[in-house]
């Protein structure tokens, strides 16, 4: 990049933090980036290990859907930092309509907003009255038009994976460019394979954890921790509550852990279980290999991009329970034979390869 280097980073919103947010503020930390943004929790943040002094609110928005989704859309919509800045990179699928008024920009894409696009079904599916579908129909329909009209404005397209960038061909007819999201492989370590499986996901419908609930209900003598961040969001809450009460006694569910102690539960745990349906890329699962531990994830989406079968885990065809179970006793018998293959698997998605293809693609501006 040339003259003016400064790049700003926009995103939905940081009040909670994700997979996504944790690779946008890395970017804006090894790329010297501002972010803009909408609610902001700095606590969680710097408990994160990350700076807040560049992060800039354009304004709060409500914490439920879809009215958190609007508010964001209409927000980015009338942002404008004119000339500000050398590069504009939208990295939240709510904030496309940002490149309306942002120019150069460039969209990292983690995925198409999937609750309009590829879940549409999905997410219809879970929702309880008839008149919340009529409604979910008519939601869907303007935001789809709406998504259509803001991608004529995006210059650049990056996708996370392979899987993110055929939904970008299918949805908008466009191309992009395949560069993986990072783990920061030095935060990761090998201990042991201890006696409890581990599960790192946001508790919400499309990670399937009823699924893990229900596998390990039938195997009393197993046990399993789940970590998911805390949403305050009244759907968020239901779901988790809802959670709570049908797991079984050999489920431990974490609402937050710091960096320090999922790292030792990535150490320690026996394997890595996800059951997250189409998943964009699936960064969790790189940071299990990460630790040296075998994954057992659906067989397909984004894990087919990062697990290899049979070598750093098992990838399971018809998930359901009974498939599940198959695959934690597989796998179960002697998962540190995968060590090896694991940690070689995950070296391939380091910070300093993922810095350097960003630097690359971003030097035409």
């Given at each position: 990049?040339?003259?003016?280097t400064?790049?700003?980073?926009?995103?939905?919103?940081?009040?909670?933090?994700?997979?996504?947010?944790?690779?946008?503020?890395?970017?804006?930390?090894?790329?010297?980036?501002?972010?803009?943004?909408?609610?902001?929790?700095?606590?969680?943040?710097?408990?994160?290990?990350f700076?807040?002094?560049?992060?800039?609110?354009?304004?709060?928005?409500?914490?439920?859907?879809?009215?958190?989704q609007?508010?964001?859309?209409?927000?980015?919509?009338?942002?404008?930092?004119?000339?500000?800045?050398a590069?504009?990179?939208?990295?939240?699928?709510?904030?496309?309509?940002?490149?309306?008024?942002?120019?150069?920009?460039?969209?990292?894409?983690?995925?198409?907003?999937?609750?309009i696009?590829?879940l549409?079904?999905?997410?219809?599916?879970?929702?309880?009255?008839?008149?919340?579908?009529?409604?979910?129909?008519?939601?869907?329909g303007?935001?789809?038009?709406?998504?259509?009209?803001?991608?004529?404005q995006?210059?650049?397209?990056?996708?996370v994976?392979?899987?993110?960038?055929?939904?970008?061909?299918?949805?908008?007819?466009?191309?992009?460019?395949?560069?993986?999201?990072?783990?920061?492989?030095?935060?990761?370590?090998?201990?042991?394979n201890?006696?409890?499986w581990?599960?790192?996901?946001?508790?919400?419908?499309?990670?399937?954890?009823?699924?893990q609930?229900k596998?390990?209900?039938?195997?009393p003598?197993?046990?399993?921790?789940?970590?998911?961040?805390?949403?305050?969001?009244?759907l968020?809450?239901?779901?988790?509550?809802?959670?709570?009460?049908?797991?079984?006694?050999?489920?431990?569910?974490?609402?937050?852990?710091?960096?320090?102690?999922?790292?030792?539960?990535?150490a320690?745990?026996?394997?890595?279980?996800?059951?997250?349906?189409?998943?964009?890329?699936?960064?969790?699962?790189?940071e299990?290999?990460?630790?040296?531990?075998?994954v057992?994830a659906?067989?397909?989406?984004?894990?087919?991009?990062?697990?290899i079968?049979?070598?750093?885990?098992?990838?399971?065809?018809a998930?359901?329970?009974?498939?599940?179970?198959?695959?934690?006793?597989?796998?179960?018998?002697?998962?540190a034979?995968?060590?090896?293959?694991?940690l070689?698997?995950?070296?391939?998605?380091?910070?300093?390869?993922?810095?350097?293809?960003i630097?690359?693609?971003?030097?035409?501006y």
């Amino acid at each position: 990049m040339s003259g003016k280097t400064k790049i700003a980073i926009f995103h939905n919103s940081f009040d909670n933090l994700g997979g996504a947010e944790l690779v946008n503020l890395t970017l804006a930390e090894k790329l010297g980036a501002d972010i803009y943004t909408t609610n902001i929790n700095k606590d969680k943040i710097a408990k994160a290990g990350f700076c807040t002094e560049n992060i800039f609110s354009i304004g709060r928005v409500p914490i439920n859907s879809p009215w958190k989704q609007e508010m964001i859309h209409w927000r980015f919509g009338r942002l404008n930092l004119k000339t500000k800045y050398a590069l504009y990179l939208i990295a939240g699928d709510w904030a496309l309509s940002a490149a309306i008024n942002n120019k150069p920009n460039l969209w990292y894409a983690y995925s198409p907003a999937r609750e309009i696009w590829d879940l549409a079904d999905y997410t219809k599916h879970h929702l309880r009255k008839l008149g919340q579908k009529t409604i979910f129909d008519w939601w869907i329909g303007l935001r789809r038009h709406s998504d259509l009209q803001n991608i004529k404005q995006i210059q650049k397209i990056i996708a996370v994976s392979e899987n993110v960038r055929q939904r970008i061909k299918n949805y908008f007819q466009r191309d992009s460019l395949v560069i993986n999201p990072p783990v920061d492989i030095k935060k990761f370590f090998y201990r042991k394979n201890g006696p409890f499986w581990l599960s790192v996901n946001r508790l919400v419908a499309q990670k399937r954890i009823d699924l893990q609930l229900k596998a390990f209900r039938q195997m009393p003598q197993e046990k399993l921790i789940i970590v998911g961040n805390q949403e305050n969001s009244k759907l968020f809450k239901q779901n988790f509550q809802r959670l709570m009460k049908i797991k079984p006694a050999n489920v431990e569910i974490l609402s937050w852990v710091s960096n320090q102690k999922l790292a030792a539960l990535y150490a320690d745990c026996r394997g890595f279980i996800t059951t997250a349906k189409n998943e964009d890329f699936g960064l969790a699962a790189v940071e299990a290999m990460a630790s040296g531990k075998p994954v057992i994830a659906p067989n397909e989406g984004g894990f087919q991009e990062t697990i290899i079968d049979g070598q750093t885990g098992k990838l399971i065809d018809a998930l359901d329970d009974a498939n599940l179970i198959k695959g934690i006793r597989l796998i179960g018998r002697n998962p540190a034979d995968y060590k090896t293959a694991c940690l070689s698997q995950a070296a391939k998605f380091n910070l300093e390869n993922f810095i350097n293809k960003i630097k690359n693609a971003l030097s035409c501006y």
